[in-house]
């Protein structure tokens, strides 16, 4: 088994994803509308990294010789990725171009309803699951967990360790998502609230 570039691949899978994750979590607190640009610009771009490394493991493995289990440490990571890919990258990108508009006006404060679009749950939580999803992929990259196939039983490690990847991802899921969740709704209502303010100050001017 190509051991050093099993865990080489799923390692390098697990730094982008990780990093694009924690990139995301920040982009929300950026204090102008041109630092959140750069943000999402390189956000985008580690995306992008990230989806050719899930295309760079079996091309990698298939080229070298003998058995790999990259191909399998990274389906786990592919789910949440593919829900970046799907959906968090066309919210990136309004968030990208919303902060664009400010581009004569670097200084220019980021504006509520820009912000809470940067906090959406689907922009930083589907990179953070993916990056540990990856992780906890790492053992079986190691090898220290047996695939079944060949002389390695079925039942022997693999199947309890799925188990146990598949309960820490769902663990995780719901952490994290809670989390985003409860963030992007703090920001929301200050969306709302310069409406509310403009029509008070209407009713006050019409009385």
Not at 26 to 36: D, E, I, N, S, V
Not at 43 to 51: E, N, Q, R, W
């Amino acid at each position: 088994m190509n051991t050093a570039v099993d865990v080489i691949l799923i390692g390098a899978l697990a730094l982008v994803w990780l990093v694009a994750g924690l990139l995301a979590d920040g982009l929300p607190a950026a204090g102008t509308a041109h630092l959140m640009r750069r943000r999402s610009v390189l956000l985008t771009s580690l995306v992008g990294a990230g989806a050719a490394l899930f295309v760079a493991v079996p091309v990698v493995t298939a080229l070298l010789p003998g058995a790999s289990a990259a191909p399998a440490a990274a389906l786990l990571p592919a789910v949440p990725a593919l829900l970046v890919l799907t959906v968090g990258v066309r919210k990136l990108s309004w968030v990208r171009r919303g902060a664009g508009a400010f581009a004569t006006a670097p200084l220019a404060p980021v504006p509520p309803a820009l912000r809470a679009a940067a906090a959406h749950p689907l922009i930083a939580a589907p990179l953070q699951v993916a990056g540990l999803a990856a992780i906890v992929g790492l053992p079986l990259a190691a090898g220290l967990i047996q695939l079944p196939g060949g002389d390695v039983p079925a039942t022997t490690g693999f199947t309890g360790f799925a188990g146990v990847a598949i309960t820490l991802v769902a663990v995780a899921v719901v952490t994290i998502g809670i989390r985003a969740v409860l963030r992007h709704s703090r920001l929301a209502p200050l969306v709302l609230a310069p409406l509310h303010q403009a029509r008070q100050r209407a009713r006050a001017t019409a009385r």
